[in-house]
């Protein structure tokens, strides 16, 4: 599988409370890549956690810092990224995460909400009505996580570790069909001298 990979990075997206870093440091594991939060990142460069960057700085200037830490990331190999579950919502990340190869940790609004229930660290989620949060969310997002080069649909029933061989079984039919097109040339012979 490693060879399959190449050194490409995988970027996992998905609602918040999805598993990303969960899964993610599962997987790095796996791989041998490192494992790179972009939450953790953006909590270490701003010296604040993300409920005091919501609250002190507002949402917009943390998907600025989301943006530049995840635009930084490029520049590396061999990285598994768990990535905020906002992080799609700006057009010009999804030129970033195309660096690598992109899994949509899917999960119900209901199973998310039963996991982080009594959870505060989730600015998003300090709401009266958390679950009706988490249905309106992923009705907004989930054509952008559809986006992904993998889905992997999670019950309550999957561990995290059967989580990694869903991941697992994808990969190779996503990376043939990943692999670069030859690009169409409409040339007319007779062009060509
Ligand atoms: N497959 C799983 N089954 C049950 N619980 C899980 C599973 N994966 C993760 N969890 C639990 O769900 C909670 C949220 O997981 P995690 O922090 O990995 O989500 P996340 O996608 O990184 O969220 P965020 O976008 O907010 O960072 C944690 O308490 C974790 O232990
Ligand atoms: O879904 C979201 O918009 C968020 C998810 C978390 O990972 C954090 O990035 C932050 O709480 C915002
Ligand atoms: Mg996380």
Known sequence: ???LLRGINLYLIGMMGAGKTTVGKLLAKEFNYRFIDTDEVITQVAGQSINQIF??????????LESQVLSGLCAHQRLVVATGGGIILQRANWGYLRHGLIVWLDVSPEDLYQRLKE???RPLLQHDNPLGRLQELLEQRSSLYAEADVKVTITP????EQVVDHILEKIPTALKTESP?????NLNPNDLS
């Open 157 to 160: 029933h999957d561990t995290p």
């Open 119 to 121: 959870d505060t660290t």
């Open 1 to 3: 599988m490693n060879d």
């Open 181 to 185: 097109k030859p690009p169409q040339y």
């Open 55 to 64: 609250a002190e700085q507002g949402e917009e200037a943390f998907r600025t």
